[in-house]
């Protein structure tokens, strides 16, 4: 079997398994999980116009080289780009009336980051085969996680009503932007990205306990008549 469809298969299976994990979660709580594969589609989609925009800037930035040429491509094609499809696409999502939590916002952003890795991995598969083996491994966690902080902050929108999904935008732009800069350094700024994509899974961790925690607090103030 080709070294592109074990890749593919690893990437898959990953994604499927962490969805499969929401899912669970959200019908211990008594709900379909739905809009999850919803977001996980969503997510798959916004990939193309993506993958489309990057196609047709990258090659004009060819000129721009060393640090700054790297800082540009990771943090205002990749990061801005990435992230800001996929942050309108969560947003569009979102309006589902099944998103009912604080928390729901960190689900859906990991369910549609899973979709767009997933997505984005069939593009490379066209190129370069062992690029997509690291990529499945790295890749997928990157895209979920690093939505993560624009899901915490726009659940936090919706329902203490603040405009507070900005700074979880610009979050979620600069943790990918900083994944793919060192990644772009080479040599042993590669590990710091490594470092960073196991951070981000702690904090993006923190977060969701933080929101079970607020929607507890809320469902006590509810009970107790506050």
């Given at each position: 079997?080709?070294?592109?469809?074990?890749?593919?298969?690893?990437?898959?299976?990953?994604?499927?398994?962490?969805?499969?994990?929401?899912?669970?979660?959200?019908?211990?709580?008594?709900?379909?999980?739905?809009?999850l594969?919803?977001?996980?589609?969503?997510?798959?989609?916004?990939?193309?116009?993506?993958?489309?925009?990057?196609?047709?800037?990258?090659?004009?930035?060819?000129w721009?080289?060393?640090?700054?040429?790297d800082?540009?491509?990771?943090?205002?094609?990749?990061?801005?780009?990435?992230e800001g499809?996929?942050?309108?696409?969560?947003?569009?999502v979102?309006?589902?009336?099944?998103f009912?939590?604080?928390?729901?916002?960190?689900?859906?952003?990991l369910?549609l980051?899973?979709g767009?890795?997933?997505?984005?991995?069939?593009?490379?598969?066209?190129?370069?085969?062992l690029?997509?083996?690291l990529?499945?491994?790295?890749?997928?966690?990157?895209h979920?996680?690093?939505?993560?902080?624009?899901?915490?902050?726009?659940?936090?929108?919706?329902?203490?009503?603040?405009?507070?999904?900005?700074?979880?935008?610009?979050?979620a732009?600069m943790?990918?932007?900083?994944y793919d800069?060192?990644?772009l350094?080479?040599?042993?700024?590669?590990?710091?990205?490594?470092?960073?994509?196991?951070?981000l899974?702690?904090?993006?961790?923190?977060?969701?306990?933080?929101?079970?925690?607020?929607?507890?607090l809320?469902?006590?103030?509810?009970?107790?008549?506050d």
């Amino acid at each position: 079997m080709p070294l592109v469809v074990y890749a593919l298969l690893f990437s898959g299976i990953a994604s499927v398994a962490v969805l499969l994990v929401l899912v669970r979660d959200l019908r211990a709580s008594g709900r379909g999980g739905g809009l999850l594969f919803f977001s996980f589609a969503a997510g798959f989609c916004a990939a193309f116009p993506a993958w489309f925009l990057e196609k047709e800037i990258l090659p004009h930035t060819k000129w721009i080289t060393g640090i700054e040429g790297d800082a540009l491509r990771a943090f205002g094609i990749a990061g801005l780009i990435e992230e800001g499809i996929k942050t309108l696409a969560l947003v569009a999502v979102s309006r589902n009336k099944s998103f009912q939590k604080v928390s729901d916002g960190i689900c859906l952003a990991l369910a549609l980051g899973l979709g767009f890795a997933f997505s984005e991995n069939i593009f490379f598969s066209l190129e370069n085969p062992l690029t997509l083996l690291l990529r499945s491994i790295t890749s997928v966690p990157l895209h979920a996680l690093a939505l993560a902080p624009a899901g915490w902050t726009l659940g936090l929108s919706r329902f203490a009503y603040k405009p507070l999904l900005p700074p979880g935008f610009c979050a979620a732009v600069m943790l990918h932007g900083a994944y793919d800069f060192f990644l772009l350094r080479g040599d042993g700024a590669r590990y710091i990205s490594f470092a960073l994509l196991a951070l981000l899974f702690f904090a993006v961790l923190h977060l969701f306990r933080r929101a079970r925690r607020l929607e507890c607090l809320a469902g006590r103030r509810v009970e107790s008549g506050d």
